[in-house]
């Protein structure tokens, strides 16, 4: 913030000898500056929006955060792809309030809380005029099914984009499917005691590993098929149990999906919750605002303002988008 700090003072010297005129400037705030946000219940019993992002400085003692009234903008979203920047129009709700004060202040104390401590106090205070706006752009910069196959060894066809490699065909790509073949048993449980060499499991042998393949044994019956007490728990299909490796019908301990001398079957119409971690990146920028001392009616009209960014890590739940 010390950058932006050195020219609006630059700024304040020329308008004090400009006879009050308004100065026109253009300047790239640090995008670097971390960003923090203060939360609040949204619509939805479930999630939690941000009403405020800010970002202080301790020497001086300042700090320059930005009011929000976007019931739906948490910081992340929920679907596989990306999604365009989120315009939002400064006005007396959506607010970029710059402030010094005459002390330290604590940040979630002071910011996020329904009445601010009485100190410090402000020393000076802009805000933001109807008009400009605020672009919120959020990206997915980690992400991951932790299924121990690295991404890159899920680039099946070999082309750079691991979107379109889709082996079970359920809409998400196999480097973030945490059961790529669709077949109730995870992936991380069928890949075998030598990862390390690339050596993964391939019970019947058919060139296709178990993690890929939906008939594991090769005995014409699909693998989910084999969980035979996977609907003996109840009709919701979100408490079944799952879990085809908890059947063996002729007792020899080789459950029946890796036998294939048990063919018996149920039709399981229904697959595991998709669990993937992910890590969002948000950056705010500013565009053509104008700032007034709330003391005097000075104005600043800024060009660009890169306010800050931040970042919020997640596990997030798909199940067949398709």
């Excluded at 607010?95 to 979630?108: A, E, H």
């Excluded at 005097?296 to 988008?321: A, D, H, K, V």
């Amino acid at each position: 913030m010390k950058k932006f700090i050195s020219i609006f003072i630059f700024i304040l010297c020329c308008s004090a000898c400009d006879d009050g005129d308004i100065i026109v400037t253009s300047f790239d705030f640090d995008e670097d500056a971390q960003l923090t946000t203060c939360t609040e219940q949204g619509e939805n019993p479930n999630q939690e929006v941000i009403r405020l992002l800010y970002t202080t400085n301790s020497e001086p003692s300042e700090s320059l955060s930005l009011s929000l009234t976007q019931p739906d903008f948490t910081g992340k979203f929920e679907g596989l792809a990306e999604q365009d920047s989120i315009v939002v129009d400064l006005n007396q709700n959506n607010r970029l309030v710059y402030r010094t004060y005459n002390g330290p202040i604590s940040g979630s104390d002071y910011f996020c809380n329904d009445i601010p401590p009485s100190e410090p106090q402000v020393e000076d205070e802009y805000i933001s005029t109807n008009g400009g706006r605020v672009i919120i752009t959020t990206t997915i910069i980690e992400q991951d099914d932790n299924d121990g196959i690295p991404a890159e060894e899920e680039d099946l066809n070999g082309d750079g984009n691991l979107f379109n490699d889709d082996t079970d065909g359920d809409g998400i790509p196999n480097f973030l499917d945490i059961d790529d073949d669709n077949d109730n048993v995870l992936t991380l449980n069928e890949l075998g005691n030598d990862v390390e060499n690339d050596n993964y499991l391939d019970t019947d042998n058919d060139g296709i590993p178990d993690y890929l393949d939906s008939d594991d044994d090769g005995d014409g019956v699909l693998t989910r098929n084999e969980d035979l007490n996977a609907n003996d728990n109840s009709d919701d299909p979100q408490e079944y149990i799952l879990n085809p490796s908890d059947d063996d019908t002729n007792g020899n301990g080789i459950p029946n999906y890796l036998d294939p001398e048990d063919t018996l079957s149920e039709d399981i119409n229904v697959v595991r919750a998709n669990r993937v971690s992910r890590t969002f990146r948000t950056i705010v920028v500013a565009k053509d605002i104008t700032m007034e001392n709330t003391a005097n009616g000075e104005e600043i009209i800024l060009e660009t303002l890169t306010i800050g960014r931040f970042q919020i890590s997640s596990t997030q739940e798909f199940i067949n988008p398709n």
